[in-house]
């Protein structure tokens, strides 16, 4: 048996501000920092010992990553961070409010933005260009993306880099973002389409899945 741990990231900025934030960068603010401290005790207390840590190129990640291997006195562990576990990207919605969006669009239009799995918010007109995508093709940097398109770039990953890890019996702790993690869960609980809908996962609240040796989910704890 072999365990997998999701987190995602404590309170950020964006989060207090209730804003749409995406591949933004946005910092935790001092709640964030505190609930990924105490997910990293709760950890602490399952006696886990991980062989690797993954986590996207945002700060707010990267950020809840550090606190969580440094209460686990782990902070020795080798740690990939990449665009693939980036949040889903909103598009034109990125730093408005959400609330504002829903008077603009429609409460109907906006939970379709944010909760289905194949709604995709309105676009960008163009791609930005930032320095930590530069070593990449420009076409990674999506203009926006439903939870679907965030899949595509997500379970690859899972299936070059994660999963074999745990099939050899190696510990994993994958901390990310909310969609992120949503597209993990969908595919590992083979949650349909529509049932997705209904998933929420909280911040700095982890989720422990315990794996038999064909990564078959055999139980599944929320810290």
Do not use: C
Not at 91 to 115: F, H, I, M, P, S
Not at 148 to 155: L, Q
Request: no cysteine; charged share 25%.
């Amino acid at each position: 048996m072999v365990k997998l741990v999701l987190v995602r990231h404590g309170q950020s900025l964006a989060n207090q501000e209730n804003v749409y934030t995406g591949w933004s960068d946005s910092p935790l603010t001092e709640k964030g920092i505190a609930e990924a401290k105490l997910a990293g005790r709760k950890l602490s207390g399952t006696d886990i010992s991980f062989a690797h840590v993954h986590t996207s190129v945002l700060k707010r990640a990267i950020k809840t990553a550090d606190l969580i291997i440094s209460e686990l006195d782990q902070a020795y562990l080798p740690l990939t961070k990449t665009w693939r576990l980036n949040e889903r990207h909103y598009g034109a919605l990125r730093g408005l409010n959400k609330d504002v969006t829903r008077k603009l669009y429609g409460e109907k239009q906006v939970a379709l933005w944010r909760r289905s799995y194949d709604a995709v918010p309105p676009l960008l007109k163009e791609r930005p260009k930032e320095r930590r995508y530069q070593r990449y093709p420009a076409s990674i940097v999506p203009k926006a993306e439903s939870l679907k398109m965030a899949s595509k770039r997500i379970i690859p990953y899972w299936v070059d880099h994660i999963a074999p890890e745990l099939l050899r019996g190696k510990n994993q702790l994958v901390v990310a973002h909310g969609s992120t993690l949503r597209a993990l869960v969908k595919y590992l609980e083979a949650i349909s389409d529509e049932g997705i809908d209904g998933v929420e996962v909280a911040n700095a609240a982890p989720i422990v899945y315990e794996l038999d040796e064909k990564l078959q989910i055999i139980s599944k704890t929320i810290l």
